[in-house]
């Protein structure tokens, strides 16, 4: 049998037919696709795999699918996932379709009010002002590689600001800033490489938290942003210390010279100190550790707000 005779008789309704084209499309994620269609005006999808189904992704899969066939006597989709060797229904979903549903417009508002309920659930489990378990996860995978490196990422952006400040357009000052970029340059590789290794031993041991992990991001730009997040979050933490510091000096000391100088050298400690824990992998029980944990976990919550809620909406606006 050809693949165009399977089309057409999918596109007329066959159940078989149907289910060869569902099983064609999942053949690499294995799953087994059971169709029944009564009377030509329901079919029941029944999805069975050894994993637990993603409901969004697997609904949104055979939505689109039935939209592309045009079977136009179909009035509704039932879809059951099933997991092999249980014997039971996980999850089922209902789509009732309608002969103008049968248009991509239809298939994207479909698509966009999917989304919206989900962040609705989101909004109701989670507070928007605390970082979501996916900010925290982000966190943690960035925190086993990313503090290591930190002394390395903080001279970047040291020698850059530094080279900036003074520059003079001499041969040296270009240097300089050539140096602390390919510091950064390093750090974002770095970091890239080991985000794409973690992805590929969860998606292996965890798929359906991998997707969730990582189903808004790439491994380039987690190597970005996570070099960004190390950067701002120890700069926030070291402009904490020096503010403390300068508070106790200045009501030590009168004189705003010595005040500066000795939050100076207060903060030069501490910053040492640090350091020093980070080389010895003695930091977990640190109040500066857990600072830089909660300010980076806030730094992955407004990116993931800024990029599933924040432009969506501004993208919603100019269209």
Not at 68 to 84: G, R, V
Not at 247 to 252: A, E, G, L, R
Request: glycine letters at 4%.
């Amino acid at each position: 049998m050809t693949q165009e005779s399977v089309l057409q008789r999918a596109k007329q309704g066959d159940a078989e037919a149907i289910a060869s084209v569902i099983n064609y499309l999942l053949k690499d994620k294995n799953i087994l696709a059971k169709v029944i269609n009564h009377q030509n005006l329901n079919l029941k999808i029944l999805l069975e795999s050894s994993q637990i189904l993603e409901q969004d992704e697997s609904i949104s899969l055979i939505y689109k699918l039935i939209q592309k066939l045009e079977i136009n006597k179909i009035k509704s989709i039932q879809i059951y996932a099933l997991k092999t060797g249980c014997g039971s229904v996980v999850w089922e979903k209902e789509i009732c379709l309608q002969a103008s549903d049968k248009t991509s417009h239809k298939n994207n508002k479909y698509q966009k009010s999917s989304k919206s309920s989900e962040n609705k659930n989101k909004f109701k489990l989670y507070p928007v002002w605390f970082p979501y378990p996916i900010s925290w996860m982000r966190m943690a995978l960035l925190s086993t590689i990313g503090l290591p490196g930190l002394p390395l990422i903080m001279m970047g952006v040291g020698v850059i600001v530094l080279s900036l400040k003074t520059y003079d357009k001499n041969i040296q000052s270009n240097m300089m800033i050539i140096l602390g970029v390919a510091f950064l340059f390093i750090s974002i590789l770095v970091i890239s490489l080991f985000f794409f290794i973690a992805k590929l031993c969860i998606k292996s041991i965890f798929p359906n938290y991998a997707k969730k992990i990582f189903k808004y991001s790439h491994s380039l730009w987690e190597g970005f942003y996570g070099t960004f997040a190390i950067a701002a979050s120890s700069t926030v933490m070291l402009a904490m210390i020096v503010d403390a510091n300068l508070s106790v000096c200045q009501f030590i000391y009168a004189n705003q010279t010595e005040a500066w100088e000795c939050a100076g050298k207060q903060t030069g400690r501490i910053a040492r100190a640090i350091i020093n824990s980070i080389e010895k992998q003695n930091y977990f029980g640190e109040t500066w550790f857990f600072r830089w944990m909660v300010i980076t976990a806030y730094l992955y919550q407004i990116e993931y707000l800024t990029k599933n809620y924040l432009m969506p909406k501004i993208l919603r606006k100019k269209n």
